[in-house]
Each structure stands twice: as C-alpha cells, then as structure tokens.
C-alpha cells in the first residue's frame, strides 16, 4: 500500500479539478438563444459575457464570485435564460484529465479527499451551488468527504455544516489556520495533509507556510515554478504518480 505518511487530501475546484475548456461561449449562448427564440439577442449576450469576463480576468473568478452579474449583466435579469444558461454550463464544464481515475484510486488507498474552495454565495443544499452540482453531475460526489469554504465545511455524506470557516479565506491562510485545528483534532499534522490547486496565492503558499505538502497543478492555467511547490503536474495521472511515492 502507498500512502504510508499522507492521511488527507485537499483540492481546489476552479481550473483544477474543474477545467472550464471545453465551455465555448459562442456555442452555449447559441443554444440558449435558439430554445427560446431570441437568436436576435445572443449577440448581445456574447458581447456581455465577454466584458463581464475582461472585468474579473477569469472564467473562474467570475463563476466563483461574481455568478449573479452573469443573471443581472448579461441576461437583464431573464430568469428563463439564465436557467438554461446553469444547465447548459454544467453540461460543457469538463474535469480534469484523470480525475476520475485519482478520486478511486485514493479511495481505495483509504483517503477520501476534501474539495477547498473559495464560495461566496451562502451555503445552500448540496447540489444548489455551482461546486456540488458539478460534482454531482459528474457522478465524483461520493468520493469526497467534506465541501471546505469560507462560508462554511460540509459533510458531504451526512449533510452537517460546521460554520467555524465563515469568514475565513484562502488567500489570507485563516481557512488553513481553521483546518489544521479541525485535523489537529483528528490527530492529522500539516506534514500528512497534500493540497492541491493551480493558484500560488490560494491554493499553495498558504498551506506550504503552514506545512502542507503542496502539489501545483498546471494543466489549465500554469503559474510557473513558485518556491512554496513540491511538486507539479499537468494531469490527475501525473498527481497520482506523485503521491504514489509520497
Ligand atoms: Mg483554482
């Protein structure tokens, strides 16, 4: 059995294990268009969205924390549209190559990973936001034991909520300082644990400051070598390989 030291596993959602790639505005606000019979207006919508994106630099940082512009801005507030809008994403959102491979791998290693994201919307029902519904449209829900924000922890598979986290956040380290406490407790030390994302300022220098085993994934967006990385990798197969030796 691999894994002799590593006892949890942490992972971003934006640009890792979700890649947003293969979301073609073009193509979605089409669609959209069509089945309502306003291809009149999917310019204007392309055009919105496209500034909306300029505004927040990422597809990302817009999904994660700006989502109510895209009903607001780009849709005037047409619920009907921004439904299909919601169903269509979730659809054309794509993982990360290996992810699937990775999550039963480390199930089967005995680990069940933790989904660390930045959400600004209030915790709703799992399945409500855009990180549960993509999990559960993909059919990975099941293999993650705890849903990490600043707005709150969720236990995925008894529905629990700690709210300790709220206000925390990635960037500042208080969200890492708040779960070394909870692993602390678990009798889990920071040089067991494994975070992995694609953002320095998120996902790898905060956790690396506090002991974390960092793992930089660059298969969406590459930062580049940062000091606080351990490791990088540009797919889950690459991840695994990695851990296999940890
Ligand atoms: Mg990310």
Same mark, same amino acid.
């Given at each position: 059995m691999a894994?002799?030291?590593i006892k949890w596993v942490g992972i971003d959602f934006g640009q890792c294990i979700m890649s947003p790639s293969s979301l073609r505005n073009p193509h979605i606000f089409g669609d959209i268009g069509k089945l309502l019979g306003k291809q009149a207006i999917i310019p204007v919508w392309i055009d919105r969205m496209r500034r909306l994106k300029e505004k927040y630099q990422t597809y990302t940082l817009l999904?994660?924390?700006?989502?109510?512009?895209?009903?607001?801005f780009v849709f005037d507030n047409d619920r009907e549209a921004y439904e299909i809008f919601k169903q269509k994403e979730q659809e054309l959102?794509?993982?990360?190559?290996?992810?699937?491979?990775?999550?039963?791998? $480390?199930n089967k290693e005995g680990i069940r990973p933790n989904i660390i994201s930045e959400l600004k919307k209030? $915790?709703?029902?799992?399945?409500?936001?855009?990180?549960?519904?993509?999990?559960?449209?993909?059919?990975?829900?099941?293999?993650?034991? =705890?849903?990490?924000?600043?707005?709150g922890k969720v236990n995925l598979d008894t529905d629990e909520r700690f709210y300790d986290y709220k206000g925390t956040s990635k960037?500042?380290?208080? $969200?890492?300082?708040?779960?070394?406490?909870?692993?602390?407790?678990?009798?889990?030390?920071?040089?067991e644990c494994v975070m992995i994302g694609d953002k320095r300022?998120?996902?790898?220098?905060?956790?690396?400051?506090?002991?974390?085993?960092?793992?930089? =994934?660059?298969?969406?967006?590459d930062e580049g070598s940062c000091e606080y990385s351990n490791y990088y990798a540009k797919t889950f197969f690459e991840i695994k390989e990695i851990m296999e030796k940890l």
């Amino acid at each position: 059995m691999a894994l002799k030291r590593i006892k949890w596993v942490g992972i971003d959602f934006g640009q890792c294990i979700m890649s947003p790639s293969s979301l073609r505005n073009p193509h979605i606000f089409g669609d959209i268009g069509k089945l309502l019979g306003k291809q009149a207006i999917i310019p204007v919508w392309i055009d919105r969205m496209r500034r909306l994106k300029e505004k927040y630099q990422t597809y990302t940082l817009l999904k994660e924390k700006h989502r109510d512009e895209i009903e607001s801005f780009v849709f005037d507030n047409d619920r009907e549209a921004y439904e299909i809008f919601k169903q269509k994403e979730q659809e054309l959102l794509s993982m990360a190559p290996g992810v699937p491979e990775f999550l039963t791998w $480390l199930n089967k290693e005995g680990i069940r990973p933790n989904i660390i994201s930045e959400l600004k919307k209030t $915790l709703g029902p799992v399945g409500d936001d855009i990180i549960t519904s993509f999990l559960v449209t993909k059919g990975i829900i099941r293999h993650f034991k =705890y849903f990490i924000t600043p707005q709150g922890k969720v236990n995925l598979d008894t529905d629990e909520r700690f709210y300790d986290y709220k206000g925390t956040s990635k960037e500042s380290g208080t $969200l890492y300082d708040q779960l070394m406490k909870d692993l602390h407790e678990e009798g889990i030390e920071p040089e067991e644990c494994v975070m992995i994302g694609d953002k320095r300022i998120t996902d790898i220098i905060p956790p690396k400051r506090r002991g974390f085993i960092t793992i930089q =994934y660059t298969g969406h967006v590459d930062e580049g070598s940062c000091e606080y990385s351990n490791y990088y990798a540009k797919t889950f197969f690459e991840i695994k390989e990695i851990m296999e030796k940890l």
